[in-house]
Protein backbone atom coordinates (compact mmCIF):
# COMPACT_ATOMS: atom_id res chain seq x y z
CA UNK A 1 0.00 0.00 0.00
CA UNK A 2 1.03 3.01 -0.94
CA UNK A 3 1.79 5.79 1.93
CA UNK A 4 -0.69 9.12 1.64
CA UNK A 5 1.07 11.87 0.16
CA UNK A 6 0.58 15.17 2.39
CA UNK A 7 -2.03 16.78 0.09
CA UNK A 8 -4.42 13.92 -0.02
CA UNK A 9 -4.32 13.51 3.68
CA UNK A 10 -5.59 17.05 4.00
CA UNK A 11 -8.40 17.13 1.29
CA UNK A 12 -11.73 15.75 2.47
CA UNK A 13 -13.56 14.01 -0.20
CA UNK A 14 -16.45 15.57 -2.03
CA UNK A 15 -20.03 14.35 -0.63
CA UNK A 16 -23.44 14.67 -2.81
CA UNK A 17 -25.74 17.20 -1.18
CA UNK A 18 -28.52 15.86 0.43
CA UNK A 19 -31.91 16.05 -1.11
CA UNK A 20 -34.19 17.84 1.14
CA UNK A 21 -36.38 15.88 2.96
CA UNK A 22 -39.85 16.76 4.21
CA UNK A 23 -42.74 20.03 3.08
CA UNK A 24 -41.26 22.55 1.31
CA UNK A 25 -41.69 25.87 3.68
CA UNK A 26 -43.68 27.47 0.73
CA UNK A 27 -45.93 24.44 1.41
CA UNK A 28 -46.37 25.27 5.10
CA UNK A 29 -47.27 28.72 4.56
CA UNK A 30 -49.83 27.70 2.18
CA UNK A 31 -51.20 25.76 4.75
CA UNK A 32 -50.74 27.83 7.18
CA UNK A 33 -52.88 30.70 5.33
CA UNK A 34 -55.37 28.42 4.19
CA UNK A 35 -55.88 27.69 8.01
CA UNK A 36 -56.01 30.94 9.03
CA UNK A 37 -58.59 31.64 5.97
CA UNK A 38 -60.42 28.82 7.33
CA UNK A 39 -61.44 29.98 10.63
CA UNK A 40 -62.35 33.13 9.23
CA UNK A 41 -65.23 31.66 6.82
CA UNK A 42 -65.94 28.94 10.20
CA UNK A 43 -66.79 32.13 12.29
CA UNK A 44 -68.51 33.91 9.58
CA UNK A 45 -70.59 30.72 9.24
CA UNK A 46 -71.10 30.51 12.39
CA UNK A 47 -72.56 34.22 12.73
CA UNK A 48 -74.74 33.36 10.02
CA UNK A 49 -76.61 30.38 12.17
CA UNK A 50 -76.29 32.16 15.19
CA UNK A 51 -78.35 35.17 13.84
CA UNK A 52 -80.75 33.06 12.01
CA UNK A 53 -82.01 30.99 15.29
CA UNK A 54 -81.86 33.56 17.44
CA UNK A 55 -84.04 36.24 15.20
CA UNK A 56 -87.76 35.59 15.94
CA UNK A 57 -90.06 35.13 13.13
CA UNK A 58 -89.36 33.40 9.87
CA UNK A 59 -86.18 33.51 8.05
CA UNK A 60 -85.53 35.43 5.21
CA UNK A 61 -87.27 38.04 7.37
CA UNK A 62 -90.87 39.39 6.51
CA UNK A 63 -90.19 41.92 3.46
CA UNK A 64 -87.11 39.91 2.05
CA UNK A 65 -87.30 37.38 -0.44
CA UNK A 66 -85.80 33.50 -0.58
CA UNK A 67 -82.41 33.19 -2.44
CA UNK A 68 -82.74 32.26 -6.07
CA UNK A 69 -81.25 29.08 -6.23
CA UNK A 70 -80.75 29.16 -9.97
CA UNK A 71 -77.40 31.42 -10.22
CA UNK A 72 -75.49 29.88 -6.89
CA UNK A 73 -75.98 26.49 -8.38
CA UNK A 74 -74.52 26.68 -11.27
CA UNK A 75 -72.02 29.20 -10.29
CA UNK A 76 -71.00 26.43 -7.17
CA UNK A 77 -70.98 23.45 -9.57
CA UNK A 78 -68.42 25.75 -11.99
CA UNK A 79 -66.21 26.67 -9.49
CA UNK A 80 -66.09 23.06 -7.71
CA UNK A 81 -65.48 21.76 -11.35
CA UNK A 82 -62.96 23.91 -12.35
CA UNK A 83 -60.61 21.94 -9.17
CA UNK A 84 -60.09 19.00 -11.88
CA UNK A 85 -58.15 20.56 -14.14
CA UNK A 86 -56.42 21.94 -11.83
CA UNK A 87 -55.95 18.82 -10.31
CA UNK A 88 -55.09 16.96 -14.00
CA UNK A 89 -52.48 20.29 -14.04
CA UNK A 90 -50.83 19.63 -10.72
CA UNK A 91 -50.17 15.72 -11.96
CA UNK A 92 -49.23 16.83 -15.30
CA UNK A 93 -46.68 19.37 -13.68
CA UNK A 94 -45.31 16.54 -10.98
CA UNK A 95 -44.57 15.00 -14.05
CA UNK A 96 -42.21 18.50 -15.78
CA UNK A 97 -45.08 18.89 -18.41
CA UNK A 98 -45.62 22.28 -18.44
CA UNK A 99 -47.83 22.36 -21.33
CA UNK A 100 -50.58 20.29 -19.19
CA UNK A 101 -49.84 22.59 -16.09
CA UNK A 102 -50.44 25.44 -17.84
CA UNK A 103 -53.49 23.97 -19.82
CA UNK A 104 -54.74 22.81 -15.99
CA UNK A 105 -54.45 26.32 -15.13
CA UNK A 106 -56.19 27.91 -17.75
CA UNK A 107 -59.58 25.47 -17.06
CA UNK A 108 -59.22 26.42 -13.35
CA UNK A 109 -59.10 30.16 -14.44
CA UNK A 110 -61.84 30.07 -16.40
CA UNK A 111 -64.05 28.83 -14.13
CA UNK A 112 -63.00 31.40 -11.58
CA UNK A 113 -63.82 34.37 -13.69
CA UNK A 114 -67.37 32.47 -14.73
CA UNK A 115 -68.49 31.95 -11.02
CA UNK A 116 -67.42 35.74 -10.64
CA UNK A 117 -69.23 36.76 -13.00
CA UNK A 118 -72.57 34.30 -11.77
CA UNK A 119 -72.10 35.94 -8.59
CA UNK A 120 -72.20 39.45 -9.58
CA UNK A 121 -75.59 38.75 -11.52
CA UNK A 122 -76.86 36.90 -8.60
CA UNK A 123 -76.05 40.05 -6.36
CA UNK A 124 -77.78 42.29 -9.15
CA UNK A 125 -81.08 40.04 -8.84
CA UNK A 126 -81.14 40.54 -4.85
CA UNK A 127 -80.97 43.96 -5.09
CA UNK A 128 -82.62 46.16 -4.05
CA UNK A 129 -85.18 43.07 -2.40
CA UNK A 130 -81.98 42.85 -0.04
CA UNK A 131 -79.82 45.23 0.82
CA UNK A 132 -76.35 45.45 2.90
CA UNK A 133 -78.03 47.67 5.53
CA UNK A 134 -81.40 46.47 5.46
CA UNK A 135 -81.37 44.02 8.20
CA UNK A 136 -79.12 41.13 9.55
CA UNK A 137 -80.06 38.98 6.57
CA UNK A 138 -79.06 41.48 4.03
CA UNK A 139 -75.24 41.73 5.99
CA UNK A 140 -74.64 38.45 5.92
CA UNK A 141 -75.89 37.32 2.26
CA UNK A 142 -73.74 39.92 1.01
CA UNK A 143 -71.17 39.99 4.07
CA UNK A 144 -70.42 35.92 3.12
CA UNK A 145 -70.42 35.92 -0.43
CA UNK A 146 -69.08 38.96 -0.70
CA UNK A 147 -65.54 37.56 1.23
CA UNK A 148 -65.85 34.38 -0.46
CA UNK A 149 -65.62 36.61 -3.82
CA UNK A 150 -62.51 38.47 -2.76
CA UNK A 151 -60.36 35.30 -1.55
CA UNK A 152 -61.84 33.98 -5.52
CA UNK A 153 -60.51 36.95 -7.20
CA UNK A 154 -56.99 36.42 -5.10
CA UNK A 155 -57.14 33.27 -6.40
CA UNK A 156 -57.98 34.13 -9.92
CA UNK A 157 -55.08 36.68 -9.69
CA UNK A 158 -52.68 33.69 -8.42
CA UNK A 159 -53.96 31.40 -11.47
CA UNK A 160 -53.09 34.30 -14.09
CA UNK A 161 -49.72 34.63 -12.64
CA UNK A 162 -49.27 30.99 -12.55
CA UNK A 163 -50.52 30.78 -16.04
CA UNK A 164 -47.72 33.86 -17.48
CA UNK A 165 -44.74 31.87 -15.21
CA UNK A 166 -45.63 28.40 -16.80
CA UNK A 167 -45.66 30.10 -20.23
CA UNK A 168 -42.25 32.47 -19.62
CA UNK A 169 -40.46 30.73 -17.12
CA UNK A 170 -37.53 28.92 -18.62
CA UNK A 171 -38.12 25.02 -20.05
CA UNK A 172 -35.55 24.06 -17.84
CA UNK A 173 -37.54 24.99 -14.46
CA UNK A 174 -39.87 22.54 -13.18
CA UNK A 175 -43.28 23.82 -12.01
CA UNK A 176 -44.20 20.99 -9.94
CA UNK A 177 -43.85 23.61 -6.66
CA UNK A 178 -46.18 26.68 -7.98
CA UNK A 179 -48.57 24.51 -9.22
CA UNK A 180 -49.58 22.34 -6.24
CA UNK A 181 -49.39 25.37 -3.96
CA UNK A 182 -52.08 27.51 -6.16
CA UNK A 183 -53.47 24.25 -6.32
CA UNK A 184 -53.73 23.74 -2.64
CA UNK A 185 -55.39 27.44 -2.54
CA UNK A 186 -58.22 26.48 -5.61
CA UNK A 187 -59.06 23.32 -3.60
CA UNK A 188 -59.77 25.61 -0.38
CA UNK A 189 -61.76 27.91 -3.00
CA UNK A 190 -64.26 25.07 -4.10
CA UNK A 191 -65.02 23.92 -0.81
CA UNK A 192 -65.61 27.37 0.79
CA UNK A 193 -68.45 27.73 -1.99
CA UNK A 194 -70.11 24.59 -1.41
CA UNK A 195 -70.03 25.85 2.24
CA UNK A 196 -71.50 29.27 1.56
CA UNK A 197 -73.91 27.76 -1.02
CA UNK A 198 -75.69 25.18 1.32
CA UNK A 199 -75.41 28.01 4.77
CA UNK A 200 -76.86 31.25 2.37
CA UNK A 201 -78.23 29.27 -0.21
CA UNK A 202 -79.43 26.61 0.54
CA UNK A 203 -80.23 26.58 4.08
CA UNK A 204 -83.24 29.12 4.06
CA UNK A 205 -85.31 26.93 2.14
CA UNK A 206 -85.16 24.23 4.23
Known amino acids: MTDLTEHEVLVEPATAPEAPVGRTTGWWAMVLFISTEAATFACALASYFYLRFSAKGPWPPVGEKEPDLLLPTVATVVIVASCAPMLAGSLLAARHSRAGAALGTLGALAGG???????????????????????AYGS???????????????????????????????????????????????????????????????????
Request: charged letters at 10%; hydrophobic letters at 55%; proline letters at 4%.
Open 140 to 206: LLYGITGLHAVHVVIGVGMLAFLLASLRLRHRAARPRGPVHLVALYWYFMGVVALAVYVTVYLSPTI
Open 113 to 135: IAFLVLQIVDWASEWPDSTLSKD
